[in-house]
Each structure stands twice: as structure tokens, then as C-alpha cells.
């Protein structure tokens, strides 16, 4: 129904440019990150996709935006402890140069496809434009059906639609794609893009947490130290400056 809505809409009156640019660019960032972790280790994949925040600090100072020191300082130490925490399990082996070359350009391309999606919803929203989240949420998930369906009749699957097979497929979508996706959009909305994906470098670690939990994989005492980096990171990069009081005189 949401498909045929798009499609309709898009004959008859046209699609506005920005319901058209921001799903696409979502879509790209979704294939480029996929791919990177496909073609070089998942170490340096989530690492180099860690820099967004940086470019989302080049963005605001080419545009001569102020940029709080502590969004510029916690960032680099949220880096410093992502990099020591993804450095132990890194592991090159059955990876080639040329491969972990294209994998570290598709994170790079996604990192900063990621900078400018939200760095423009932050903006429209803080110049008061009105901004249809729903919308853009419903326009990705179009662009993914779309390219997904072909590549996925061309491929043969040994796997069988049994009920544990969907209700993984069902949990991917709903739970590893739209709640993140609507939460993801929402946080660009509110937050500075520099908070808001400083925030976001600490994906690899609850992932390593959550795998703690539910799969009993173990964690050494430095991994606990560096996850501690990160989020001190994230702390200093959250904290509003002080603002300075200015005292009464007297007359």
C-alpha cells in the first residue's frame, strides 16, 4: 500500500526533492556500509566508518558554523578508544589488498554519505523547515524493495521459508533496520550531526555486549577499558559548554 502511494504520488504530482534526495542517500549508505564490511575486516570497516563525525565537522566549519570544542575533542577520544577496542579483533587473513582497499572506500563513502543525511535534517529542522521523517523512512524502504527484489529472484537460496526463517527475516527487518532507521532520523532531527554520530561510534561496542550476553563470547579487561574510552567520548561530546554568567554591577 505505502508502495503504490509513492509510485502514485510520484506520476501525479511529482516528488518532493527533498523525499527523493535524503531516501537515496540512506540507500547508499545502507549499500556502501554492507559491502564494506563484506570486502575487509569488520575492524576496519566500523572504523573508518567511525570518521563520520569528522566530516560532519568539516561540513559546519566550511560553512562557518560554531562548533563547540567539546564535540571536537570527544569525538577524537570516542576514535582513540574505538580504534584500541577494534584493533583486537582485527584479523586480515582471507582478505587481499585489493579487496580491503574497495571495503575501506565503500566505508569511507559511507561515512560521509551518513555526515551530509544528517547534517541536512538537522539543518532544515533548525531553520524551522518542516520536515516529513515518515515520509523519508517510507521513500527508503521503497528504493530497498526496488533494488532488492531483482537481485534477489536472480540468486538461488538453499535456505527453506520455515518459520524460524522468517521470523529471522522478519526480526531483521523490523528490528536491525526500521526501529534504528526511525530512531536514526529522529536523533539527526534533534541533536547536533556531530553528537548525534559521535553517538553512533558506539555501535560495535553494545554489538560486543550484546554478543557477552546472549552468546558468551568473552571480554579481556583492555576491551572493558577501551568500551570505557568511548563512551567517555561520547560524555564529553554530549556536555553542553558552560555558558558564562554575567554579574550585576553597580550603578
Known amino acids: 500500500m505505502g508502495s503504490f502511494f509513492i509510485i502514485k504520488k510520484f506520476v501525479l504530482n511529482g516528488i518532493d526533492k527533498t523525499y527523493a534526495i535524503m531516501p ?132 538461488s537460496s538453499t535456505y527453506d521459508l520455515d518459520l524460524y526463517t522468517i521470523t529471522g527475516l522478519i526480526g531483521l527487518a523490523i528490528v536491525a533496520t526500521l526501529i534504528p532507521n526511525i530512531l536514526n532520523n529522529k536523533a539527526s532531527r534533534a541533536i547536533s550531526p556531530s553528537v548525534h554520530n559521535t553517538i553512533g561510534m558506539s555501535t560495535p561496542i553494545f554489538a560486543s555486549i550484546m554478543a557477552w550476553i546472549f552468546l558468551g563470547e568473552a571480554q579481556t579487561l583492555s576491551s572493558a577499558l577501551y568500551m570505557l574510552i568511548v563512551v567517555a567520548g561520547i560524555f564529553v561530546t554530549t556536555r553542553r559548554p558552560r555558558q558564562s554568567v554575567k554579574l550585576p554591577t553597580r550603578d
Not at 68 to 74: A, I, K, P, T
Not at 77 to 84: D, R, V
Open 24 to 155: 537515496l542517500l540512506m540507500t547508499v549508505y545502507y549499500i556502501a556500509a554492507s559491502y564494506s564490511f563484506y570486502f575487509s575486516p569488520i575492524a576496519i570497516a566500523a572504523l573508518i566508518i567511525g570518521i563520520s563525525p569528522l566530516f560532519t565537522l568539516m561540513i559546519r566549519f566550511f560553512l562557518k558554523e560554531k562548533i563547540n570544542s567539546g564535540e571536537v575533542l570527544g569525538f577524537i577520544i570516542a576514535f582513540i578508544g574505538l580504534g584500541l577496542f577494534l584493533s583486537e579483533s582485527s584479523n586480515m587473513q582471507g582478505y587481499t589488498l585489493q579487496s580491503i582497499l574497495a571495503g575501506s572506500g565503500m566505508a569511507l563513502a559511507a561515512a560521509f554519505v551518513r555526515a551530509v543525511y544528517s547534517y541536512i535534517i538537522w539543518h532544515k529542522n533548525k531553520v524551522g523547515e518542516t520536515i516529513n521523517l515518515e515520509n523519508i523512512n517510507l521513500h527508503t524502504f521503497f528504493i530497498g524493495i526496488v533494488i532488492f527484489i531483482p537481485f534477489s529472484s536472480m540468486q
